[in-house]
């Protein structure tokens, strides 16, 4: 992350994370994590409000399988999708 992100991030109250439902997608949520942890030392009040999934197909195992893990883990943090599948 950069020092504009940072700095982002300093100013900040919360944080809505989008997630591609993809796999490569959940090792930068971990860093984006990782981010936000450091970030606490500086801004305690930094919170993460949730995760909105994007590019969703219910059509495709894949996703599927990531949005079920994603729950799995967020459980209340993952924002619904409108169509109701999750």
């Not at 940072?6 to 994370?17: P, R, S």
């Not at 030392?41 to 894949?62: C, H, M, Q, W, Y």
Request: glycine share 6%; net charge negative.
């Amino acid at each position: 992350m950069g020092l504009i992100t940072v700095n982002a991030l300093n100013a900040a109250n919360g944080l809505l994370i989008p997630v591609q439902v993809e796999y490569y997608a959940l090792a930068g949520l971990a860093l984006i994590r990782q981010t936000v942890s450091m970030v606490r030392e500086l801004n305690p009040g930094l919170a993460i409000l949730g995760l909105v999934l994007t590019f969703f197909d219910s059509r495709k195992t894949l996703n599927k399988d990531v949005a079920a893990a994603l729950a799995d883990e967020w459980r209340d943090a993952l924002f619904s999708l409108a169509s109701g599948t999750m």
